[in-house]
């Protein structure tokens, strides 16, 4: 099972930034994310300075693009499911849809908000 320093769940402006802080410190971090950040339903994302009106997920493409320059930062698009601790390593287990596991000294919760809708056909509106 891969070991990380750090596992960042949630790959927003949130969990991207604490992945480039982690990266540049040489750790090694896992970022994984689901692409169900509450924002990918607009065309325009705005107030961030030098990014102002772009797509959300231009800004992410970008942000994995910069992190790829950091070796010890990989990104993986999976949604976590599970998170156990084991007391005895002093470790987080942390198990995904596809059926991966991993562990990792750190857990970054990056993981947003979500809608909930009184009814859910409202999204596709
Ligand atoms: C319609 C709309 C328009 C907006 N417009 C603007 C704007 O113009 N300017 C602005 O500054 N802000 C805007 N916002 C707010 C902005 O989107 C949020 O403040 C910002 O995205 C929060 O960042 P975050 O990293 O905390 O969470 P998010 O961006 O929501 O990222 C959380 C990530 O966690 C992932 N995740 C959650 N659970 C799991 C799991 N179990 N496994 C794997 N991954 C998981 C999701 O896929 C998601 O990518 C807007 C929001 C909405 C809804």
Known sequence: ME???CI???AGPAGFSAALT??????KVAII??????NRV???SHGFLTR????????KDIAIKELASYPSVSFAKE????VNKDDQRNLFLVNTSNNKSYSTEKI?????VQEEFPLSQIRQY
């Open 52 to 59: 102002d009106g772009i797509k959300p997920q231009e800004f």
């Open 3 to 5: 070991k990380f320093d």
């Open 108 to 112: 970054l919760l990056a993981t947003g």
């Open 79 to 82: 949604t976590v499911i599970e």
């Open 8 to 10: 960042v769940i949630g």
């Open 33 to 38: 994310d689901n692409g169900t950040n509450r």
């Open 22 to 27: 982690l990266g540049r410190a040489r750790r």
């Open 42 to 44: 607009t065309q325009e």
